[in-house]
């Protein structure tokens, strides 16, 4: 790595790819924000807004931002490429890096899901692709408001496969930290058991605060938890613990009262009250979702061992359906989600 002065190419300048790469701007690293349309005007005309839970609110000015549409001025002089697109766009991106990319660039995924470090890999042979994961939510200010924002709005932070020497000490900056890990692989599906949650915020259009301070809905994750445990201890699949609980207990905490589990997971509640999932931004949009990626992980998983998944099953059968409506997220009720007593 070429330390401080490696030029950093933003692989999809969405929420993660503005708060990530916002953040490192700030601290004045080369980066190029690779984007579209709306969001390649937006840091063009009236620059960055990068702000979190902490307290920082800081600007990256229009004119110290390089923003471009054009994957071959974005990706050309990049040492290290963070793919921030959605699961979807994998496949897309990783033709795009191949065919301007250098094959010396460092290509990190910091995408949900378990598949798409792994997909990046078999389409860029012979190049370093390593894993990675954002632990915190970040919300994107609504189109229109400018300058464009990305605030974290949860903590947490990124976890990165080691062994690229000087990679951390170049992408762990001031509002961003940034740990290398061994096993990441077991990172992944921790981090995809705490993304099974992300379908029930889309599905009830509730702030993440406010839907996991309720038990009922807890319930119903604490099911999907369980689902995917059973499907990931067949496949001899050990989840990393990413957070103060070990995944095993998550199920039995979840279903807590919600005054108990208001206190066993104080920083799992340390929110903003805007804070939603990125499910739901693109339910939201009417874009199609990563419910392929997360729940359908665990359908995949579990089919291997014939392992039943009835719930994350209609979960993903409900989000499907919010797909093709494209009227954004259907405000349902515990039961509607469950198939519980007052669904019919
Ligand atoms: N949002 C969050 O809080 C979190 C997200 N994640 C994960 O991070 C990943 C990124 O999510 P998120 O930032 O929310 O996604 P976004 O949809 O906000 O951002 C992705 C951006 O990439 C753009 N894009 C897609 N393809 C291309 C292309 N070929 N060239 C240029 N730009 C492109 C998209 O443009 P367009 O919209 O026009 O398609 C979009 O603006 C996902 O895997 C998600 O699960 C993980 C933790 C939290
Ligand atoms: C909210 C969070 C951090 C965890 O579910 C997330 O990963 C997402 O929004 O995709």
Redesign the pocket.
Known sequence: MGGATSTIAI???????CHVGGCLALAGRKVVF??????VEALRESGLRVSDLDGRDRRVEAQAISAT?D?ATALRDADVILV????G?TG??AG?IAAHGRPEAVVVS????VD?ADRLRAALPGRRVLTG????????SPDGETPLRAHR?SQGEVMIDDGVDGLVGLLDVDGLAVEARADMKAVQWSKLLM?LNNALVALSDLPLARQLADRSWRAILAAEIDEALAAMRAAGIAPARITGLPPSLLPKVLRLPDWLFGILARRMLAIDPQAR??MW??VK?G?PT?IDELQGAVIRLAKQAGIPTPLNERVTALVRQAEAAKRGPPGLTPDEVSGGPRSA
């Open positions: 692989a999809g300048a969405g929420s993660i790819g690779l984007g579209r349309g709306r969001v549409d994957p921030t697109v959605k699961s766009a897309e991106m795009l910091l995408q949900n899901g798409n994961m954002v632990m915190f939510n970040v919300v994107q709005a993304n999932s990125s931004d693109d949009r874009r990563e």
